[in-house]
């Protein structure tokens, strides 16, 4: 990871530690004297004053996240690292770049490693420890299979889940991508490797794969 980006999960872990690891975004805005306030569009100053302006969503697990994710807006600028992240890419980029930190922050903010380890530990590399994940924190499945798998940066690691014959979401970090929409009639045959749980009544496969 590039060290800037590297710099600012490091402070933000840090600052999430001093304040017990809080996954309320909005208890965690008040720790933090983040003020929330709704607006047209999501965006984060820290100021001072912090500001956060939220778009309303009814999906509640989103609006969660996207709590979160402008929670690490502020904790980049906090951290005085916001222009040297944007520095780590080239201009066309260098938006996307940051909203990719940012989300990865926020994701962490949300699911701390804590709980994504005791997941792991009950559950092992399987299926149940993505479920576990979402329900201990009460984020949207795609963002718990996607926090399993990119905990860990440096682990070669995978997880997809299907809809009918086809995959609805997909994550994969230092193996062969998986990607949204393939057609998978079965899953046991295009997955040799992946540990597999069926929930019948979503008809859904969960998978993953750790090499």
Not at 95 to 113: D, I, K, T
Not at 120 to 141: H, M, N, T, V
Not at 165 to 190: E, G, K, L, Q, T
Request: hydrophobic letters at 45%; proline letters at 6%.
């Amino acid at each position: 990871m590039r060290d800037a980006s590297h710099a600012a999960l490091a402070y933000a872990a840090k600052i999430h530690a001093q304040h017990g690891y809080e996954t309320c975004p909005e208890r965690l805005c008040a720790a933090l004297g983040i003020r929330v306030i709704p607006g047209r569009e999501n965006r984060a100053v820290n100021g001072p004053p912090s500001i956060i302006t939220l778009r309303q969503d009814r999906y509640a697990p989103r609006q969660k996240f996207t709590m979160h994710h402008e929670i690490a807006h502020v904790l980049i600028q906090r951290a005085g690292l916001e222009d040297a992240v944007l520095n780590e890419v080239d201009g066309d980029d260098a938006n996307e770049h940051l909203e990719a930190v940012a989300s990865h922050m926020g994701a962490a903010l949300l699911m701390p490693a804590s709980l994504v380890r005791q997941a792991i530990r009950d559950w092992g590399d399987r299926p149940e420890a993505i479920l576990r994940i979402q329900q201990g924190s009460g984020a949207s499945f795609p963002a718990a299979l996607v926090r399993y798998v990119t905990h860990d940066l440096e682990a070669s690691r995978g997880a997809f889940a299907t809809s009918g014959s086809y995959v609805a979401h997909a994550a994969s970090i230092n193996m062969r991508p998986i990607y949204r929409y393939d057609r998978v009639p079965d899953p046991r045959a295009s997955f040799p490797e992946a540990a597999l749980l069926s929930i019948p009544n979503r008809a859904r496969t969960v998978g993953v794969m750790v090499f």
